[in-house]
């Protein structure tokens, strides 16, 4: 699976505006949805780049869009204001309703940088709705546009998935369906936090291993495992792809078998490099790709970040798949992912959280 990659938006080419407005609505619509506001012409000029860039394919192992790209029309803007993801897009000058509408959203410093080529695309964040995500695409040229799509798709689709992420934690973390008291037990044993919805459930808790099992909803067509794994006394030389395979690959066969213990999981394709990212400000690595049941009756996408703790001199494994053969999955493994994200050690997490979390434990 492909996976944006993570890169600093703070570019020439890419400017950032957030609004501050408290009593902005949800945005609405589906997280996978992009709303492209072109003029029909121009659009037919753009389309090729952005289908290419936002509607890459990604395989679950079944072929899934990136995103979904949806023209309209420039007088149904009202209508589709709300929606979480846009993109409204011309050249700076070219005469179109589209063209001279995003004239008007913009102050002259910005027009004179997209006049120059200087820019072609500003982000504006919660812009008509709370959590949405705005772009405004233009260059002096039909080209020039298409050109820096191309250049910055990367950093396009990177800037629409954190908004997404944003939106799910909102969803995800809710304090409705956390498990707490499991969340203070990790805390006060292991000395991490991980956010635990309570339809997870403690699969396996190996203390001699270093390896916790997080599992929802066993044996049904919708599964999604989580584990937790760590290695004190540890070298960032560590953090490479052969011992991410390796690691990996001797936890899930002595952990994740099937029933009568024939059969365990493993990565099918080892046809990835993994990404170097900023994990709360920890190193790791990032690494998507698909695993199998070794009788290959079962797979599904999976996502891992290893991550070093230089203070405590420990690397943590995090990881989730999920089995899922009769559901799209892009979506699925973005909530995995999203809890994934709210792990914490205990030095990161605020005294208050701290004393609160520990206040659970029996």
């Not at 908004?163 to 969803?171: A, I, P």
């Not at 999976?302 to 999920?322: C, H, P, Q, V, W």
């Not at 699925?332 to 701290?354: C, P, W």
Request: with cysteine.
């Amino acid at each position: 699976m492909k996976r944006f990659i993570f890169f600093s938006l703070i570019l020439l080419s890419l400017l950032t505006i957030s609004s501050c407005d408290s009593n902005l609505k949800p945005a609405r619509g589906d997280e996978d949805e992009i709303i492209v506001i072109a003029d029909s012409s121009e659009y037919e000029a753009f389309k090729h780049s952005l289908q290419q860039v936002f509607e890459k394919t990604i395989n679950t192992p079944q072929p899934e869009k990136l995103f979904n790209l949806r023209r309209i029309r420039f007088d149904e803007l009202n209508k589709y204001q709300s929606r979480k993801n846009i993109i409204i897009i011309a050249p700076i000058n070219s005469g179109s309703s589209v063209s001279k509408y995003i004239a008007t959203l913009l102050d002259p410093a910005a027009k004179k940088k997209m006049e120059n080529g200087e820019a072609a695309f500003i982000i504006k964040y919660n812009f008509w709705a709370d959590g949405q995500i705005v772009m405004l695409m233009s260059a002096p040229t039909v080209e020039e546009v298409e050109f820096a799509i191309l250049n910055h798709g990367d950093k396009l689709t990177y800037a629409l998935q954190k908004q997404s992420d944003k939106r799910l934690m909102k969803y995800v973390y809710n304090s409705k369906y956390e498990n707490r008291p499991l969340e203070g037990k990790f805390l006060k044993n292991y000395g991490w936090y991980i956010f635990s919805q309570v339809d997870y459930v403690l699969a396996v808790e190996r203390p001699e291993d270093n390896f916790i099992w997080l599992r929802r909803s066993p044996d049904t067509a919708m599964e999604r495992w989580i584990f937790v794994h760590w290695i004190d006394n540890a070298s960032p030389e560590y953090l490479n792809k052969d011992s991410i395979i390796s690691l990996r690959n001797r936890l899930t066969q002595k952990y994740y078998r099937t029933s009568d213990d024939s059969y365990f999981v493993e990565i099918a394709d080892s046809a990835f490099t993994p990404v170097e990212v900023n994990f709360q400000n920890s190193y790791a690595l990032f690494t998507q790709g698909l695993w199998r049941m070794t009788d290959m009756y079962m797979g599904g996408p999976f996502i891992n970040y290893t991550i070093y703790d230089e203070k405590a001199r420990r690397i943590y494994m995090l990881d989730g798949s999920i089995f899922a053969p009769r559901y799209f999955k892009r979506r699925i493994i973005q909530q995995v992912d999203v809890i994934l994200q709210s792990f914490r050690t205990k030095n990161q997490l605020d005294m208050q959280v701290l004393e609160d979390l520990l206040g659970e434990v029996n």
